[in-house]
T-cell receptor
Framework: NAGVTQTPKFRVLKTGQSMTLLCAQD?????MYWYRQDPGMGLRLIHY???????AKGEVPDGYNVSRLKKQNFLLGLESAAPSQTSVYFC????????????FGPGTRLTVL | DAKTTQPNSMESNEEEPVHLPCNHS???????IHWYRQLPSQGPEYVIH???SNVNNRMASLAIAEDRKSSTLILHRATLRDAAVYYC???????????????FGKGTKLSVIP
């Protein structure tokens, strides 16, 4: 049981490049979330999904898009990366029946030059 | 969203109890109190949660004030592995229903001294 995994672990982009971060969970959780964490700060919610085929905006959605084509995967896309998107990105999932605990992945460290 | 106030940092000696405070004076009746912690270079992990009554689990205890305007996370015997940032989070039991969103503040950085 791997839990929540994130790919890649590290990435360096140039301004204007695009990329997709992959989050996968093997716990059959309905809910999935993408957060970003800037240095010395708490996590901020970017987008979330309450089920396959559905997504919604969080606190800081601008510059990001997401897709949830399969229940186990939640993709975060940056169409045109900006230095302000340099951050650590965390994915999380939650079992709706046991809704008090979000399970987090190990994070992706993204640097945009 | 109801907000929480935590000290920026705390220190504890190894093998001694640690009491991490959290103030949430604007808490509403439907807000759950959650604690997560984040070890260095890792994602957050769930610690404990409660609504009105004190709670215990294998990781920690949560003491909730009678008026619910404050709470305390208690680590009974700190180890070096407990050095982390601890987040106190209020989650509305009704609004955002179906999303169960968490709003993280800056948390308390706990240092454990050997």
């Amino acid at each position: 049981n791997a839990g929540v995994t994130q790919t890649p672990k590290f990435r360096v982009l140039k301004t204007g490049q695009s990329m997709t971060l992959l989050c996968a969970q093997d716990m059959n959780h309905e809910y999935m979330y993408w957060y970003r964490q800037d240095p010395g700060m708490g996590l901020r919610l970017i987008h979330y999904s309450v089920g396959e085929g559905t997504t919604a905006k969080g606190e800081v959605p601008d510059g990001y898009n997401v897709s949830r084509l399969k229940k186990q995967n939640f993709l975060l896309g940056l169409e045109s990366a900006a230095p302000s998107q340099t951050s650590v990105y965390f994915c999380a999932s939650l079992n709706r029946a046991l809704y008090n605990e979000q399970f987090f992945g190990p994070g992706t460290r993204l640097t945009v030059l | 969203d109801a907000k929480t106030t935590q000290p920026n940092s705390m220190e504890s000696n190894e093998e001694e109890p640690v009491h991490l405070p959290c103030n949430h004076s604007t808490i509403s009746g439907t807000d759950y109190i959650h604690w997560y912690r984040q070890l260095p270079s890792q994602g957050p992990e769930y610690v404990i949660h409660g609504l009105t009554s004190n709670v215990n689990n294998r990781m920690a205890s949560l003491a909730i004030a009678e008026d619910r305007k404050s709470s305390t996370l208690i680590l009974h015997r700190a180890t070096l592995r407990d050095a982390a940032v601890y987040y106190c989070i209020l989650r509305d039991g009704y609004s955002g229903a179906g999303s169960y969103q968490l709003t993280f503040g800056k948390g308390t950085k706990l240092s454990v001294i050997p």
